[in-house]
């Protein structure tokens, strides 16, 4: 092996003797993209990533300020944004960097269902992908709440009620999230824990693994290409593909910048648990189609409370998708699954109609 | 090994299972204090059986609604259009969202979901699944005294 490296000076030596780097270096080098007119679609899992990373780093910078009780959240916050130099702008960009995140997370979670790149043997890359989304739900949630305003009150009231309807263990689960039997400042502590500690851990596994599986498997190839036929064309990952990730990422870090700078994160009033919801209470624009069922769902269907049926369906949606590639058994055997296509189109414009109709129809009406 | 015959005791399988239940009887016993600490330890239901309300009887005008506390909870305070007062728990029957006086329907409202109430409580329209708990309104001078129903 030291025969065939070639002569890198002596830090590289030292490294190679100590970490192995020509194991990094030969990984790096037998990395190859699939090219074909689908292609576009890779890019939003490395964009996700990015974001994620821009989380992570503007998250550490908001702990540094922030204190996470009723007391002094909103208190925090406030200081932050008014007095810390760039202090808006952190949190501005820790706000809409969340939002893309979950955007390019939508992207990429739609393209791969729509490519069935969770085909055999890429179940375990779906289902990690699958729950990393939940995770990042759950970092929306938990996040949403900590600046301790108006809207994040109520939202964080209705959301964790949510869980109270779940037949059985609701109760005993919204006790859990909520620290008590209402939401309050231990809500807050343990939405600041959950947000800052429980759910960074739980995304470095299930992301470990996620990573790990997409290097072993390689990109999946969908089946409508692989049907045609014809010589595949590849290309190297470093640095053709990394280049063009990277183009991505300096793109998504401009309209990141555009944001935060043209609509920097409001903040609002001061939560008050004794003053009436306010009126256009809304949840972040990812629960909005939820949110919009749930007001449209009748107090009653078939004898049974409609809130209930409602998280009953979504939770049944939610499974529906995490074992969505053992459901789809043609699209494992390279056939044409359209079923599956159908109802994965079916989910968008689901989403996309309940979403808009959240923002357009009237609150009061 | 085969089924017919019987598994034979050895040192080793006793081991095993010494080492296995242990392993077993660790893990118990992180998870267990774990799961226990994790459930907050149930508040003291608020005993108040009645509040006084924080505004005097005349300050509250006709078709207008007023938030008060009762004990932990929001409960709103009604006077009708007919000036007769009307209290409720503020806890909507739906999502656990806090409702408000609407003086243009004359209703009780839930801005999170827009459910409506009547001003007997009734859930009218909207998802709200059950009526809002009425209160026991006393005017004593121009105290207001609310209290939970007999």
Not at chain 1, 57 to 75: C, D, F, K, N, Q
Not at chain 1, 84 to 106: D, E, K, T, Y
Not at chain 1, 127 to 152: I, K, Q
Not at chain 1, 290 to 313: A, C, D, H, N
Request: with cysteine.
């Amino acid at each position: 092996m030291p025969s065939t490296a070639p002569t890198r000076g002596r830090l590289w030596s030292w490294l190679e003797e100590r970490v192995g780097l020509s194991d990094f270096e030969a990984l790096a080098r037998h990395k190859q993209v699939p090219i074909h007119r689908h292609r576009f679609w890779y890019y939003f899992g490395g964009m996700t990533l990015f974001l994620f990373g821009v989380q992570v780093t503007t998250g550490i910078l908001l702990l540094l300020y922030y204190r996470p009780s009723a007391e002094e959240a909103y208190e925090s916050v406030q200081f932050l944004m008014a007095e810390v130099q760039f202090g808006w702008l952190i949190r501005s960009i820790h706000a809409w960097s969340a939002n893309l995140m979950i955007l390019a997370l939508f992207i990429h979670l739609f393209s791969v269902l729509l490519l069935k790149a969770y085909r055999r043997p890429r179940e375990i890359t779906w289902m990690s992908g699958v729950a990393l989304f939940g995770v990042s739900l759950g970092f929306g949630f938990t996040g949403y709440l900590l600046p301790w305003n108006e809207l994040a009150y109520f939202a964080t009231k209705v959301g964790t009620e949510i869980t109270g309807a779940v037949p059985v263990v609701g109760h005993f689960m919204l006790r859990l999230l909520r620290g008590g039997d209402d939401v309050t400042g231990a809500t807050l502590t343990r939405f600041y824990g959950i947000h800052v500690a429980i759910l960074p851990a739980v995304v470095m596994l299930i992301l470990g693994a996620h990573l790990f599986m997409v290097q072993k498997h390689g990109m999946s190839v969908p089946p409508g290409v692989d049907r045609e036929g014809g010589p595949r064309r590849t290309m190297p990952f470093v640095p053709d593909f990394l280049l063009r990730d990277m183009v991505g990422w300096l793109s998504a870090l401009a309209v990141l910048a555009l944001l935060a700078a043209i609509l920097p994160a409001e903040l609002g009033k001061k939560a008050d648990p004794f003053a009436p919801a306010p009126i256009g209470i809304k949840p972040e624009w990812y629960f909005m189609f939820m949110f919009q069922t749930l007001k449209y769902l009748p107090s009653r269907i078939l004898g049974i409370e409609g809130e209930i049926v409602g998280i009953l369906g979504f939770g049944l949606g939610g499974l529906f998708l995490l074992v969505l590639p053992f459901l789809d058994r043609r699209a494992e055997r390279g056939s044409r699954a359209s079923l599956f296509t159908w109802i994965g189109i079916g989910i968008i414009v689901y989403v996309i109609v309940l979403t808009y109709l959240g923002y357009t129809a009237s609150p009061t009406k | 090994m085969e089924s017919t015959m019987e598994p034979v005791p050895t040192r080793r399988s006793f081991v095993n299972w010494l080492l296995g239940t242990s392993a077993g009887a660790f893990v118990l016993s992180v998870l267990y204090p774990i799961s226990r600490y994790l459930v907050p330890p149930p508040a003291g239901e608020s005993s108040a059986a009645s509040v006084v309300v924080p505004v005097k009887a005349d300050e509250i005008k006709p078709n207008t609604g007023q938030i008060f506390k009762f004990g932990s909870k929001p409960a709103i305070l009604v006077r009708t259009a007919a000036g007769e007062l009307r209290a409720f728990t503020a806890v909507c029957t739906h999502l656990n969202c806090t409702v408000q006086y609407r003086p243009d329907l004359g209703e009780i409202w839930c801005a999170c979901h827009n459910g409506h109430f009547d001003l007997n409580g009734h859930n009218v329209s909207g998802p709200p699944p059950r009526p809002l708990d009425p209160y026991v309104v006393n005017v004593r001078g121009t105290q207001i005294v609310v209290s939970k129903g007999v």
